[in-house]
């Protein structure tokens, strides 16, 4: 993972085909040394997650300076190549290791340094650049008026050559060295056609390099003499634009690139999951992946817009490419080179039309972001369980180090004047960072999770650094009032208080009328009695325990409901790792295991739990049998599969009950609609389901009429513009 301060040696992947490589060729100073900060830390974190692009370093810097601005510089490329002293010097930067035979080649009738000392000696105006370490070459001062006729012949007479630039710098060096000498042997030791180097230069001892014939960008800061004797062509680029801005745009406009966009969304998912099986989507069409897909799918957004979010991986390099047949020429091909795909791993593209900027996360790193400090930090104090609180600073260091790396990613991909959309509390701490290196861009949050209190929220171990960093936000979204409120609260006395506005997530309802019509034939109620069913993923906040609790208690108080009610539980198991939801693991399946066993017969469990995923159609299936949706979230967003439940009983023609917890954020929009209860009060909980398991068939249509009536939610697609365009009109802020 690239992180301001990573300078760990860049992977060292194996060469790619020659059809699929990509080879930059830089000077250092002037070039990629030269240029504003964000243009060259931009450059930097780019080519960090493009390892397809291969950094060749071709410098008049002898190996050792090369090596410290490596060291001192975290703005510099880690390089693959290092070609050094003005072509005379080759070295594998993956080990350290000399190319001995290129090498050999290039310095080949080098007649010495003492040599060439002595030979030019008498020459008026010719300093030695004695505080300079050099191999394979001499160095000078030299003026211009001092470069005659007879230097050049005494250079010519030692069997050497020779170049100056910059109107000050005279280098002699072996006849066959120079930096495009040297960079035509790599290449043709590493089987590189011309079509495949860029190469970048700004003075006149990289003039060799575009003799080459590949593709080259001369930089806008660039010595005239280089600019007045590299041809004018189409295949070198001339913008104007210094250092490593114009390597940016070279490596834009050849496609290797993808050029700064509009709108950059930061959420900490891909919209698709990698495992061992391939890239896999979303389970149900509702819920923000699904959202954010089709929201900014190109070909409806109207809007350039580019996805950033972590790939947790283990892998530092991509797989090895097969090797290509040696090329017999560097010939130049002229055909455009395709668009690369990029991680820094060796999954695949993922297959979807969105833009992606996937941002590589070691596998300890994800952990300690996010199963630590995301889910034993700052979630209990999200959903309003301070107890279970646990800070460890060294996941508090993740948290800080995954945010820094976002706000580096974002502000990489990010135009100026972009607009940026935040996704959720795991990065709360972008919005500080990222405005410090870009008060240009627009930045808004949406918060699909609730939002506490400010007494709770100043619980938290890091509440001031938190709260500083959201105070830099220019737009924040909730899906309720009471959650908006607590944020502007939270807020008050800050110098420009983000902009906030309310915004409830919906679902998609053609989507779930198209699943409902093609299951519901097959869809029968359970004949034995009522069917009460939870659609949840495992976690505290989602009060499971609480259900099976409360199940045992109805049992007990009104044995007429033995044999006739079933409780089935859809729970798939979190991400392993979170302690918190581990321990949930084991006390809701002692519980289970408990009330079945003091109930259950041969013919009826009163549990049927089902710990694993299921497909979006098996879940409607769930919900047209089902006679009770149950919801006892301590807090909770806009509870979507409740709303799914809703949809699908109500385009079925089919009558529910939908017990839904009152501290869920969909408890405010349905109002007195549903039957809402209170997990914090076991026998509200009892008596609750009890009042759903009596209600006649005549309530129930009513009941369902009422709650498919609130079900008023923009779709969400039209949501997700909705707030773009809201972020994009508020004015950008300090």
């Known amino acids: 993972m690239c992180t301001p301060h990573r300078r760990a040696a860049r992977p060292a992947a194996p060469d790619p085909s020659a059809d699929a490589a990509r080879v930059l060729v830089t000077d250092l ?8 900060g964000r243009a060259r830390r931009r450059l930097c974190h780019l080519l960090d997650l493009h390892p397809c692009i291969t950094v060749v370093f071709a410098t008049g810097r002898s190996v050792h300076s090369v090596r410290e601005v490596l060291a001192d510089d975290p703005l510099v490329p880690v390089p693959r190549w290092i070609i050094a002293d003005v072509g005379a010097s080759v070295v594998d930067a993956a080990d350290g290791s000399r190319a001995e035979a290129l090498q050999e080649r290039l ?3 080098w007649p010495g340094a003492d040599r060439v000392r002595s030979a030019l000696d008498g020459f008026t105006g010719l300093f030695y650049q004695d505080a300079v370490v050099q191999e394979g070459r001499c160095s000078f001062y030299l003026s211009p008026e001092h470069l005659t006729p007879d230097l050049k012949a005494a250079v010519a007479e030692l069997g050497c050559s020779w170049t100056y630039s910059a109107g000050r710098y005279f280098d002699v060096l072996p006849a066959n060295a120079g930096k495009g000498a040297a960079v035509r042997e790599l290449a043709r030791m590493r089987r590189w056609p011309l079509r495949s180097l860029l190469v970048a230069g700004d003075s006149l001892n990289d003039l060799s390099l575009f003799d080459l014939g590949a593709h080259g960008v001369v930089v806008g800061n660039a010595e005239s003499g280089l600019a007045a004797r590299v041809p004018l062509c189409a295949r070198v680029h001339r913008p104007a634009l210094d250092g490593a801005a114009a390597i940016l745009s070279a490596l834009e406009d050849l496609g290797w690139i993808s050029r700064p966009s ?27 992946l699904p959202t954010l897909t089709s929201a900014l799918e190109p070909r409806s957004c109207g809007e350039d817009v580019v996805w950033a979010a972590a790939l ?49 996360i070691a596998s300890a790193t994800w952990a300690g972001y996010f199963h630590g400090a995301c889910k034993e930090t700052l979630w209990p104090a ?21 945010n820094s790396a976002f706000s580096e990613h974002i502000d990489a991909h990010a135009a100026p004047g972009a607009t940026v959309w ?34 709770m929220f100043r619980r938290l171990p890091a509440a001031g650094q938190l709260r500083t960093s959201l105070a830099h936000l220019d737009w924040a979204g909730f899906h309720t009032t009471a959650d908006a409120d607590n944020f502007r609260r939270l807020l008050a006395g800050a110098a420009r208080p983000p902009r906030t506005a309310v915004h409830p997530l919906g679902i998609d309802h053609q989507a779930v009328q198209a699943h409902v019509g093609s299951r519901t034939a097959g869809c029968r109620p359970w004949a034995g009695g009522q069917l009460v069913l939870s659609v949840e993923r495992l976690d505290y906040a989602k009060a499971p325990v609480h259900k099976i609790h409360a199940l045992a208690a109805l049992f007990e108080r009104a044995p007429q409901f033995r044999g006739r009610v079933r409780f089935r539980l859809i729970c798939p198991p979190p991400e392993p790792g979170i302690r918190a939801y ?14 079945n066993s003091r109930w259950g017969t041969e013919s009826w469990q009163p549990v049927d739990y089902v710990p694993r995923t299921l497909s979006f159609e098996r879940i409607v299936d769930n919900y047209l049998v089902a006679d009770i949706f149950w919801v006892t979230s301590l807090a909770d967003g806009m509870n979507l599969t409740a709303q799914e439940y809703v949809a699908c009983r109500a385009a079925a023609g089919r009558s529910g009950v939908l017990v839904l917890s009152r501290h869920t954020g969909l408890a405010a929009h349905l109002g007195g609609a549903a039957l809402l209860t209170d997990p914090g009060r076991p026998d509200d909980l009892v008596d609750t389901l009890h009042q759903a398991l009596t209600m006649t068939p005549r309530e129930r249509r ?18 997700a513009r909705a707030i773009l365009k809201e972020i994009s009109s508020t004015a950008v802020g300090p």
């Open 382 to 402: 999200l959903v309003s369980v301070p107890g279970l609180i646990r800070h460890d600073p060294r996941h508090w260091g993740d948290f800080e180090q995954v």
């Open 582 to 595: 581990e321990a949930t693991r084991t006390r809701l399946e002692q519980a289970i295991a408990d009330l």
């Open 702 to 719: 009513l009941h369902t009429a009422r709650l498919a009536a609130r079900l008023t939610a923009p779709a969400p697609d039209d949501w």
């Open 262 to 288: 509009r709108v950059v969304v930061g959420y900490h998912r891909p919209p698709l999951r990698w495992s061992q099986r391939g890239w896999q989507a979303p389970v149900s069409p509702n819920g923000i």
């Open 107 to 109: 310095r080949a009738g």
């Open 312 to 360: 947790v991986t283990d892998q530092d390099a991509p797989s090895a490419a097969p090797a290509s047949a040696p090329a017999p020429a560097l010939a130049l091909d002229p055909a455009p080179a395709p668009v690369i795909s990029f991680t820094r791993c060796s999954c695949p593209a993922p297959p979807t039309a969105l833009r992606l900027a996937l941002l590589p």
């Open 29 to 36: 100073d002037g070039t990629l040394l030269a240029g504003d």
């Open 422 to 455: 935040l996704h959720d509390y795991n990065l709360w701490l972008v919005p500080g960072l990222l405005k410090e290196r870009r008060p240009d861009v627009t930045i808004g949050i949406f918060h699909h999770t609730p939002f506490p209190t400010p007494d």
